[in-house]
C-alpha cells in the first residue's frame, strides 16, 4: 500500500488498515484520523505534519520513523515501537504510550502534556523542552534520558528510572518521584518544590542550586549528593 492509495480508500471512508504495510511511505500532511493502524508497519515512514489523532497504532512498528510537529493527540500507541523516531515539535497530548519503546527517540520540545508513559522505554531518549505536564510516567525507564528544561509539572515518575538522566532546568513542582532511581542524575537548577521524592534514591545526584522546598524527602537516599546551594526550606527529611 502506498501513500495514494490509503488516501484514497480513507477519503471513501475507510478507517480500518490494521498491519498494513507503509514502511518508507511519504505521508507527510497526510489526515488518518481516527483510523486504525494497529501493528502495521510504519518503519522510515514520513508522516510529519500528519494528523493522527485518535488513531489507534498500538503495537505498530514506528522505528526511525519521521513524525516531526504530527499531531497524535489522544492516539493509542500502546506497545508501539517508535525507537530512534524523529518526533519534534509532535502533539501527543493525552496519548496512550503504555510500554512503548521510545529508547533513542527525538521528542525535543513535544507536546506530552497527560499522556500515559506507564513503562515506557524512553532510555537515551531526547525530551529537552518537551512538555510533559500531569504525563504519567510511573516505572518508565528514562536511563540517560534528557529532560533539560523540559516542563514536568505534575508528572508522575514513581518507580520510574532516570540514573544518568539529565533534568537541569527542569521543572518537577509538584512532580511525584516516590521511590524513583536517580542515581547520578543531574538535577542543576531544577525546580522540584513541592515534589515527592520518598524512597528516592539520589546517591551521587547533582543537585547544585535546586529548588527542594517543601519537598517531600522521607527515606530519601542522598548519599555523595551535591547540595551546593541547594534549597531546603521546609523540606521533609
Not at 520540545?109 to 512538555?131: F, H, K, R, V
Not at 540517560?144 to 513542582?173: T, V
Request: charged share 20%.
Amino acid at each position: 500500500m502506498d501513500a495514494k492509495e490509503i488516501q484514497s480508500r480513507y477519503a471513501a471512508g475507510e478507517r480500518d488498515f490494521r498491519g498494513a504495510d507503509l514502511s518508507g511511505a511519504d505521508l507527510s500532511g497526510i489526515n488518518l484520523t481516527e483510523a486504525d493502524l494497529s501493528e502495521a508497519n510504519l518503519s522510515g515512514a514520513n508522516l510529519s505534519d500528519a494528523n493522527l489523532s485518535e488513531a489507534n497504532l498500538s503495537g505498530a512498528n514506528l522505528i526511525a520513523a519521521e513524525l516531526i510537529f504530527t499531531k497524535m493527540s489522544d492516539a493509542n500507541l500502546t506497545d508501539a515501537n517508535l525507537s530512534d523516531a524523529h518526533l519534534i515539535g509532535a502533539k501527543l497530548g493525552v496519548a496512550k504510550l503504555i510500554n512503548a519503546n521510545l529508547i533513542g527517540a527525538n521528542l525535543i520540545s513535544a507536546d506530552l502534556s497527560g499522556a500515559d508513559l506507564s513503562g515506557a522505554y524512553l532510555s537515551d531518549a531526547y525530551l529537552s523542552d518537551a512538555s510533559l505536564i500531569k504525563a504519567n510516567l510511573s516505572n518508565a525507564n528514562l536511563s540517560r534520558a534528557n529532560l533539560s528544561i523540559s516542563n514536568l509539572i505534575g508528572a508522575n515518575f514513581s518507580g520510574a528510572n532516570l540514573i544518568c538522566a539529565n533534568l537541569m532546568g527542569a521543572n518537577l513542582i509538584e512532580a511525584n518521584l516516590d521511590g524513583a532511581n536517580l542515581n547520578e542524575a543531574k538535577l542543576y537548577r531544577a525546580n522540584l518544590a513541592h515534589a515527592k521524592l520518598r524512597g528516592a534514591s539520589l546517591r551521587h545526584a547533582d543537585l547544585t542550586d535546586a529548588n527542594l522546598a517543601g519537598t517531600d524527602l522521607t527515606d530519601a537516599n542522598l548519599e555523595n549528593a551535591k547540595l551546593k546551594g541547594t534549597i531546603l526550606g521546609l523540606a521533609g527529611i
